[in-house]
C-alpha cells in the first residue's frame, strides 16, 4: 500500500455501519498532497460514504479520520465548519440551488463564510468561471444548463474557496464520451492549476485511468487494492480485474442469476 509522510487525508481502522449493514470494516487509506485518487468498487460499496466521512457529515463507529493532522471526529461544530472551507466538493447531479442564477449559486458560500466585499466576490467568481469555460453562463438559472454546462459550473464552485482538497462523486455520471472527457480534463487541469489534492469516486473506467494519479479499489467494507493506474490494468486480485475488465465471469458475479453467468 502506498503511503505518505505527511497525509493530508489519513483514515485509519475506520469501521461504519448503518443498522446491521457494515458499510466499512477497517479502511486505511493516506493521501499525499497533490495526488489524484480515483476509488473505485461496486455501487452500495461506501465510496461515497467515504466523502462524506472526510467532510465530516458522517462519523465512523470506530476508528480516526484526519485532514491535515487534524482529527475529524469529535471535532465540534464550528471548528469542523471551519476545516470544511477547506475542502471543496462536487456533487453527483451538480447540487446547485435551482432558483439562484450562476453567479450566486458560486457567490453563497463567499457571501455567508467570508467578509469579501461584493466587488471581491464578483471577481472571484468570474475568474472560476472562466477557469472551466463557463464565463458567458454568470447570469443563466441552473436549469438553462445542458448537463455537462451544469456539472462545469459545479467543479467552478467546488474550487471558489481555493481548496486544498476536492472531493469529486461521480462527476462525470449520466453524460456523453465527449463530455465526460472534457470534465475528466477540467479536474486534471483544475488540480494542477491550484494545486489541489482530489479524490473522484466513479464507475467510468476510462475516465478513471485518464484522472487518476492513484487508484484504490473498495471491496466489502475493505481496501483491497491500492496502486498506480498502470498496475490496475493488470491486477491479479481476481475482484480487481473483473471490476475493470467489465466481464461478467468472476467473484463479483456470484450473486447473479445462473443464467447471466
Known sequence: MITALAPIVALDNVHLAFGAQEVLDGV????????????LGQSGGGKSTLLRLILGILKPAAGSVQFNGLELVGMGRRRLNTVRQRIGMVYQGGA???????????ALPLEELTTKSASEIDEIVGHKLELVGMADARDKMPDELSGGMRKRVALARGIIMDPELILYDEPSAG????????IDQLIISLSERIGATSIIVTHEMESAFRIATRMAMLYQGRIIADDKPEAFKHHSN????QFISGDIHGPLSENLPHDLT
Open 238 to 241: 481476481p475482484v480487481v480485474a
Open 28 to 39: 486505511n487509506l493516506r493521501l499525499a498532497k497533490r495526488e489524484r485518487l480515483v476509488v
Open 175 to 182: 453524460l456523453d464520451p465527449v463530455t465526460s472527457t472534457l
Open 96 to 106: 446547485l440551488i435551482s432558483s439562484l442564477k450562476v453567479r450566486d449559486n458560486l
